[in-house]
């Protein structure tokens, strides 16, 4: 919450005395270099970089103010739909901290680093028992980039076979990342409709395939939060037309221990460790995108894959037909090895409860919303599930007011306008690792909401009022950042003291 001072807080810049240092270094006792002498002039700097000089006491105070301002899952619920915001155990940074994993040089030589080895090829043989593939790689740095590799992989498999088959059948649920990934690799995006029930629908997907199918990329349970009912039917048509069935994982935190991408007849998969596996998320930080893929695609993994040898660990370069390497190094090696802390310490019985919990809190916040929201599809679901504000629309209230909303609730906002066939989507993921005095807070600030909507839709169409800042022009926010704040006095009256949240 807003401090009445905060308007009048100086920026970092102005806080700057010259020569003033958030460190104290003893006298070097090795010569000083000429920078001229190691970097080559043109690539020198001109003028000294503008960098702040501030005290280190200055400089935590700063940090500190920045993150307050903030919301991340350790401040507040958050249940953006397919992003799976759950909790980061904090087992996993105190193990990522260990000076053995955190101090290590991914050019040490193999010998010295067989700790590590032996974290990733772990982690590799634990998801590929999790996904029912045959290999997995761990070089992606996202999801993204996991989906761009498997396709890569795919188009090599096919060029292999001297087969030109360049369409990647991809449903109208998808995350934007999908089409976007065949794009980049150089593939041809054909969009199915859904049907009435949330499925993929088979007659369009029968009329799409053909000789040129290299793929069809699906995601089950889908962005609506839905299992696809016909999956077996759907890899025989994809198969049988002698294309590839690409499995987005990123929701992969329905079916832990439950059901596996392999059982049901795909090839290749990505998963997403900074959302299921419990990877720090958001925030620009890393990501990891793991691969994992069947027999028919190992010679086009990329390279290098982390083997055993007897009881030694070491890379394979030897990969015949690699689409080569796809990441500096070996992946993101401190997510990679928060996963695996994780995996480790729910063990198989904790993971399937982490999939059972997640799609009970789903359903159960589903049941409780619908008689105040339009529910699109009206079935069981799984981590996930989606609502329409089409009811509210038609009293003056969009999605994104209510979004806005929650902001004054101390929530982040579910996804919203996502998956796109929905209209005035809200895309809702509890997640497990939310009590369930959590579940039911943010039950009773949307049913007020819900309430407010039809009593008083202004005080939702000027939301947020209890924020530091309210709406922002976000183009504009991004291009000209204004980093300064200075909240103007009729605003402030406005906002104050109106339909106090239920739990402000
Ligand atoms: C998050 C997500 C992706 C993309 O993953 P990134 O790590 O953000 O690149 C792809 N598909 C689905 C369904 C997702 O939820």
């Known amino acids: 919450m807003l401090k009445v001072n905060d308007s009048e807080k100086a920026l970092i810049f102005e806080m700057s005395r010259t020569g003033r240092a958030a460190y104290d270094l003893p006298k070097s006792d090795v010569p000083t270099v000429d920078m001229e002498s190691v970097i080559p002039k043109g690539n020198l ?19 500190t103010e920045l993150s307050n301002r903030n919301h991340g899952i350790d401040s507040g619920f958050y249940p953006l739909g397919s992003c799976t915001m ?14 053995g994993f955190a101090k290590i040089h991914p050019y040490q030589a193999e010998e010295t680093v067989q700790g590590a ?39 090599a498999y096919h060029e292999n076979r001297g087969e ?11 995350h934007g990342t999908n089409p976007a990934s065949v794009s980049v690799a150089g593939l041809e995006a054909v969009t199915i409709p859904s049907d009435e029930k949330g499925n993929v629908d088979l007659e369009e997907l029968r009329k799409v ?52 991408p392999g059982d049901m007849g795909f090839d290749v998969v990505h998963l997403n460790l900074h959302k299921t596996f419990t990877g720090p998320h958001g925030g620009g930080g890393p990501g990891s995108g793991p691969i994992g893929c069947k027999k028919e695609l190992l010679s086009f993994l990329p390279r290098p894959q982390i083997v055993k040898d007897g009881e030694v660990y070491r890379f394979d370069y030897g990969i015949p037909n690699s689409i080569g390497r796809v990441k500096a190094y070996y992946g993101n090696f401190g997510i990679n090895l928060r996963a695996h802390v994780y995996i480790r310490s729910n063990g198989p019985t904790g993971l399937q409860r982490v999939s059972e919990e997640a799609v009970l809190n ?10 105040y929201y339009d529910l699109p599809y009206d079935r069981i679901c799984k981590h996930e599930f989606v609502l329409s504000g089409k009811r509210q629309k038609k009293l003056g209230v969009r999605t994104l007011d209510m979004a806005k909303r929650l902001l004054d609730f101390g929530y982040h906002p579910p996804t ?15 997640t497990e690792t939310e009590s369930k005095e959590t579940l039911d807070e943010f039950i009773d600030a949307m049913i007020q909401i819900a309430r407010e909507a039809e ?40 906002g104050s003291g109106i339909h106090e949240p239920v739990q402000a």
């Open 45 to 63: 700097r001109q003028t000294p970089a503008e960098l702040p000089e501030v005290s280190e006491l200055d400089l935590m105070r700063h940090y």
């Open 86 to 99: 759950k909790y980061n155990p904090k087992i996993n940074e105190d193990v990522a901290r260990y000076p």
């Open 117 to 155: 080895l032996q974290v990733l090829y772990d982690l590799q043989t634990e998801l590929e028992e999790i996904t029912g593939m045959d290999a997995v790689s761990l070089q992606p740095a996202a999801g993204a980039q996991g989906e761009w590799t498997a396709l890569m992989m795919i188009r």
């Open 164 to 174: 030109k088959r360049n369409k990647v059948i991809v449903p109208d649920t998808a």
């Open 209 to 260: 395939v053909g000789p040129d199918t290299a793929a069809l990329m699906l995601t089950n349970p889908s962005t609506l939060g839905l299992f696809e009912e016909n999956i077996s039917e759907i890899a025989d048509i994809v198969h049988g037309a002698g294309g590839l069935l690409y499995y987005d994982g990123a929701n992969t935190n329905a079916i832990l221990g439950i059901t596996r």
């Open 362 to 371: 789903a359903n159960y916040m589903m049941r409780k919303l619908a008689p």
């Open 416 to 430: 919203i306008y996502f998956p796109l066939i929905v209209e005035e989507c809200m895309m809702i993921e509890p």
């Open 455 to 494: 009593e008083d839709p202004t005080v939702i169409q000027e939301a947020p009022h209890h924020t530091a800042i309210s709406r922002l022009d976000e183009v504009n926010a991004a291009r000209k950042p204004v980093l300064r704040y200075k909240k103007p006095v009729e605003e402030s009256v406005k």
